[in-house]
């Protein structure tokens, strides 16, 4: 029976290094890619937590029966523990419900929101692309609907990110006439609500899709939400495999974030 227990509590180290270095590396890898945010720092940061556990799991496993026997011990671990197991919960269901929003649900949505990012120079970023071919796909299918083109001219960007999006659709055979600049939002929040007002501005439609990368969806549509749009839809954008645990990463604590602020 020891040797059994000896054995699972192996595997377990094993297991824990294993998938603490293997995430240590999807974490940190896209760094040099110049894909640094809070999911790079948390994700890097949890990593080495498994890692430590791995390593020193007989240690941890030894400190805790021996502190356990006490009153003080016992309470106190209780809490850590509940807290540890609380946690956990409260992020596999915020992550299961960005998982769950980052599929295309539109239909014939009316009015769409292209949410922007980064663009080098002139030319759109790899996740720019993906969003306006998400775009450029669904107004194709959808001859009726107009799009609202959303995001300013940060740095590095020789133009908005609205007008890079502009220039990629119409060069893609989409109609001029049913797009929309919004070029003056720095971040989501400023996206939807500037897009809010040019779409009551040029009385167009309500029934609104949303545009962004997979990741980014749900909270897009919580903002969309807060901004007083009803029914919203989602369009997604694929994003790269070994961009994805950082960003969704980085979403569990926007989600939160947006979750907690009004």
Do not use: W
Not at 25 to 35: L, N, R, S, W
Not at 51 to 68: A, E, M, Q, V
């Amino acid at each position: 029976m020891k040797k059994i227990k000896s054995v699972i509590l192996i595997i377990i180290q094993l297991a824990l290094i294993a998938l603490g270095c293997y995430y240590m590396y999807m974490f940190v890898a896209p760094i040099f890619g110049i894909i640094f945010n809070i999911g790079s720092v948390l994700g890097a940061f949890l990593s080495l937590i498994a890692i430590l556990t791995g390593i020193f799991l007989k240690p941890i496993i030894r400190f805790c029966k021996k502190h356990y026997k006490s009153r003080k011990g016992k309470i106190l671990l209780n809490t850590l523990f509940s807290v540890l197991g609380i946690g956990t919960v409260c992020f596999c269901l915020t992550l299961g419900s960005i998982v769950t929003g980052a599929k295309t649900d539109a239909q014939n949505q009316s009015t769409v929101i292209v949410l922007g990012c980064a663009v080098q120079g002139e030319k759109p970023s790899y996740t720019l692309k993906t969003r306006i071919n998400a775009a450029c796909d669904y107004l194709e299918k959808n001859p009726d609907s107009v799009a609202v083109l959303s995001g300013g001219q940060g740095n590095g960007e020789n133009i908005s990110e609205a007008q890079c999006m502009y220039n990629i659709l119409t060069e893609n055979g989409i109609d001029p006439q049913c797009l929309y600049l919004e070029e003056r939002s720095t971040n989501t929040k400023e996206n939807i609500a500037f897009s809010k007002k040019i779409i009551e501005e040029n009385d167009l439609s309500s029934d609104i899709a949303v545009v962004s990368s997979d990741y980014h969806l749900k909270r897009a549509t919580m903002i969309c939400e807060k901004n007083g749009f009803e029914n919203v839809r989602r369009i997604s954008a694929e994003s790269v495999y070994f961009d994805k645990p950082t960003f969704y990463l980085r979403e569990v604590l926007g989600v939160v974030k947006e979750f907690i602020i009004p």
